[in-house]
Structures are given as C-alpha cells and as structure tokens.
C-alpha cells in the first residue's frame, strides 16, 4: 500500500512521540496487524447524529458545573502539552462534537470518516457524533465476545479450570493455527484465549471461544445482551462485513464497567493491551482499558479511561490516512490522527468533567 507523506508545520513533537512509541512496540504493532480481526471483515453524517444526550438507564446525580475559572485553569495547567502537540483548541468553551470536528475539518478528515459515543461514568451524560452510521468493527467484536465466556461460566456452563480442545476449531490464518498448536497443543483454558484475544487481540483464541458458543453466528445473536443501538443495526452484523455502531459499543462498556467486579479478569487484560499504542500513546500517566480493532480501512478504539472522573469511550474511523477496503496494513498518517484524536477527547473530559 502507498503511503502518503505526512507534512503539517508545528507538530514535529507530536510526530517524534508517535515514531518512539511505534519503534519501540513494531513487534507488537506487526502481531497486532497479522493476527487481528476477522477477514470477514461512508455515508455523510448528519447534524441529527451530532448531539448530546442523557441515559435513562440507572440515572447519576448531578454533578455541579465547572465555572469558567475553573476550566481555564485547566487550560493553563495542560498549556504546554497541548501546544508542543499542536493540539491546542477552545476545550473549555466548545462541545466535545466541535472539538472533534475542529480537528477533523483542520485535517482535511471528511465528515463521515469519525464516529463516536461518550459516556461520564459519573453523571450518566452520553455525548455522540455519527453514532448511527455502520462502521465496520474489526477485532472490537473479542469485547463483547470475552464477555458472553464470562457470563456462560457464571451461569455453570462453562469451567475456567477445563482445556478445552482447539484441533476442530475454524481458524483464520493457518501460521498463526499452528503456532497455537506448537505452544498449548491440542487444548487452553479459557483464561489464556482471553488473554491472548484481548492482549495480543490475535483470532486462533477468538475462535477458539467463539466454537465453544457455538459458532459465530450463535454467538453473535446473543450480543443483544449488553445492549441495542437506536440504529436499525442493532448490535454487531455478522453478515454485511462486521458493521457496528458506536452507539452499541458505548452500551457494551456501560455494562463491562457497571459489572466490573464480574469482568475484571477481562479489564485485566485490556488494561494489559498495547502498552504505550492507541489510547494510551499520549496518556501514558492514566490507567486506560482498551480494546483497539483494525482491519483494512478500520482503526477503532473501545476504552474505559480512568480519569479523576473515569469515561467511556467508543471509537470508530473509516479511510483516515486514505486507507480503503483494500488496505492490507495499518496506515502511519491514519493512525496518528487515530492517537490525536484521543489526546483532543480526553483533554476536552479534563477541562469539563473532571471535578
């Protein structure tokens, strides 16, 4: 795939952290592309998909509002990290939908290419853009796929200390199947497929989990469970390329952190995943969850980010850097923006949401 050369005065700091942070983990971001999502795996947004809403589900207190005092300081507390990244905006008079679309339009990112949820884990507040429009999920479906294991083995279905056989299962790439079969031999448990599909977010494990639900399409009809999107794509299709919404995926997380106690192996591991990459390249001092998902024209991000208020946070992009259907590796210029765009999401919670 060509790559396009990526030239923008003022941010050579910004460039410098990302080509440390991918020297250092090419390793990992190389088993990332070769062994993530499934291989079976824009239209426009419109201002009706760029709002702010309440959840109606469990409802939080009000939270007092910040005055304008109090998020300036903010700005002048993160001034010079803002400006060395070139990612200085009016956080604390702007909406998080402005913000991300000031960014986008500085970018020449068309409007489509960027979905998002958000949630305040405090107050209950769901801020969204393009949150409707089918974006194609990539590796994010281990999320809520992990989730269904947990559940069936609380309900005494499955075992967390049985090795289950993985001679029979329907794996994707054949290196990547024996290399499974080199190091477990014929069966793991089910805490090494979760974390291996969520860490590593390779497939072999993934199916491995998947056989013992019963296939993917079984396992998919019961994603239902943590949640619909408003959208006529209610949760994950299987069939028209592992389309999603955002909308599904912020009700995903709501109910990953509302039951952490039951999934915290799981927040474990995602907190274990891609050290220093995706959410956490330029937040290196804040504990993040994060289940990254790529796949050709897809670089997405799924996170609980645990801020002084922590926030949810569900990710999706289509072509940035100019990828398409046909990309066969991670686009360099897509992927910055990616990593950009968490820094401008989380410096916006910092001045608005944090107490």
Known sequence: MDKKKFIISGVLLAIAVLVFALAGHSKQIKRYITGNSMKIEKQKGSDKDTKKRSTKQNPKPKVAEKTMEEKQAVMNADMERMDALNLHYDYANMTLPQVVQTYMNEMGIDPSAVAFSYKNTATGEIISMNETQPMTAGSTYKLPLNMLIVDQVAEGKLSMDKAYDITKIDYEYEGEYNAYRKQFGDDMTIS???????????????????????????????????????????????????KTTTDYYIQVLDHLWNQRDKYTDILKFLGQSFSGLYYKTYLPDIQIFQKPGYVREALNIDAVVNEQTPYLIALYTAGLGGSTSESSEVNDLGYNQLCQLTYVINEWHRVNQNP
């Open 192 to 242: 090494e497929m979760q974390e291996y599909s969520l860490v590593y977010s390779e497939n072999t494990p993934a199916h491995a989990m998947v056989s013992l639900l019963g296939g993917f399409e079984k396992a998919y009809s019961m994603f239902d469970r943590y949640g619909k999107s408003k959208a006529d794509l209610k949760t994950i299709d299987l069939n028209s390329g592992n």
